[in-house]
């Protein structure tokens, strides 16, 4: 990974490529510093330091801590992931929204528009809600008016957009991935706070008890670290080739076809989106609930990651069923977004339409059956790795205390986008020697 960096630098528009996308990102964490205007920074750190954890912490590590400063990028990129999480379902479900996905170039413009105009749509509801719900408890003092929700709301929904906006310059003048990027310096922006935290807790913090404690400490806070780095990188890499041969056929006075290929069935099929979902859904009465009703009702511990896993006291092991509920929906999502992004019927019918097929397989329905067959095996693989993934900061945080925002889902993002960064750049360099080779 480091060659490859250092090849690129050597490269004049790579290199430009990456200092560009080091300069909006540069922009994005000061925009995410910036007050919204009308707010003291005593009333927001009182009111919404309440939503440091649970239903808000997740939120709070997407946004990059823009969220708990209460920023003009506040919102961040998440109405503009909603939105494009929304329009990519209405795909599946709208025929004309399909038939434009199928334009090519065209069509995915038409679609990318939506996108745009659904985060407006999404940002102007989120910050509404916020700027309501956070009034109401005080977050711009003892007396608010209209003036000060139209200024929020504005400002949070414009804020979002130019989030938008640097994702989308970052694809063009970038080195691409910019949504991915705006979501990747999110989230490690947030890793030397916590970072400091497990040190003060479990390294620091030992040292009463004596040396090797502390080093106790510090071995397995970067072996766990490791293994689930580890473990992402072998699970985001896994696939189950499926070979395909294709028969040969004449055309005109050449022999064509007669060459073997496969199929690449990747095992973590839909990536880091059913753990977003899950996460979501889950999420979304807690926050209801904690904006518009006053005080914690019992029920959204239930739905509530700092309640899991907590065995002290012993009668605080019920809340634990909202961890099996989240493992369920993981694991039924998985299976959704991969139904909605794979179709066997059609890969049947290409392969068939070319020639191909799977040996030992008749072409038609039982390539279809076997397709479906096999991929209900390895989205099954995959949703126990992202469950895996994901339940061991919530162990360690409901167990030892250990409360941190670069959990399972935030070293999946992390790593994913790390990996698909890298083999864009080599890409990249890639192209460029093939176009100084034909040049030449």
Request: hydrophobic share 50%.
């Amino acid at each position: 990974m480091f060659k490859t960096l250092q090849n690129a630098f050597k490269v004049k528009e790579i290199r430009d490529r990456l200092f560009f996308t080091f300069l909006m990102l540069i922009v994005l964490r000061i925009g995410s510093q910036l007050p919204i205007p009308g707010t003291d920074s005593t009333l927001v750190s009182s009111v919404l330091g309440q939503f440091g954890s649970g239903a808000f912490g997740f939120f709070d590590a997407m946004t990059g801590g823009s969220f708990s400063e209460y920023s003009i990028f506040a919102l961040n990129i998440s109405p503009y992931i909603t939105a494009s999480i929304i329009v990519q379902l209405l795909t599946i479900a709208i025929p004309k929204l399909e038939e434009m996905q199928r334009e090519g170039e065209e069509g995915r413009k038409k679609l990318a528009a939506f996108t745009r105009y659904g985060t407006v749509i999404l940002a102007v509801i989120e910050s509404i809600a916020m700027s309501i719900g956070f009034g109401n408890l005080g977050l711009y003092g003892e007396t608010y008016g209209v003036w000060e929700v139209v200024v929020s709301v504005f400002t949070m929904t414009a804020g979002s957009a130019v989030v938008m906006w640097i994702g989308e310059t970052i694809n063009e003048k970038g080195i691409g991935n910019g949504i991915s990027m705006v979501l990747l310096i999110n989230i490690v922006s947030r890793v030397p706070e916590d970072i400091a935290g497990l040190y003060t807790k479990f390294v620091s913090g030992q040292y009463s008890k004596g040396i090797g404690y502390s080093i106790l400490g510090a071995v397995v806070i970067i072996a766990v670290i490791v293994a689930v780095v580890a473990f992402i990188i072998i699970l985001n890499g896994g696939e189950r080739r499926i070979p395909v041969q294709y028969s040969q056929k004449v055309v005109g006075r050449k022999l064509l076809g007669g060459n073997s290929s496969h199929i690449p069935l990747k095992v973590n099929t839909s990536g880091v989106i059913p753990v977003i979902f899950a996460s979501s859904l889950l999420q979304f009465p807690v926050i209801i609930a904690n904006l518009f009703v006053s005080g914690t009702p019992e029920w959204t511990k239930y739905f509530t990651s700092t309640y899991w896993f907590n065995f002290k006291p012993i009668a605080d092991i019920r809340y634990s069923i909202g961890f099996v509920v989240y493992v369920i929906l993981i694991v039924l999502f998985a299976y959704f977004y991969t139904a909605i992004t794979f179709n066997p019927m059609e890969v049947s019918n290409n392969m068939k339409k070319q020639g191909g097929f799977i040996p030992g397989i008749r072409p038609g329905a039982p390539t279809t059956e076997y397709l479906q067959r096999i991929l209900h095996y390895i989205v099954f693989i995959g949703a126990v790795g992202l469950v895996i993934v994901s339940a061991i900061p919530f162990f360690f945080s409901g167990v030892f205390g250990a409360s941190v925002t670069f959990g399972g889902t935030s070293l999946i993002i992390i790593v994913g986008v790390v990996l698909e960064t890298m083999k864009k750049i080599e890409s990249m360099m890639l192209v460029r020697n093939y176009k100084g080779f034909l040049a030449e």
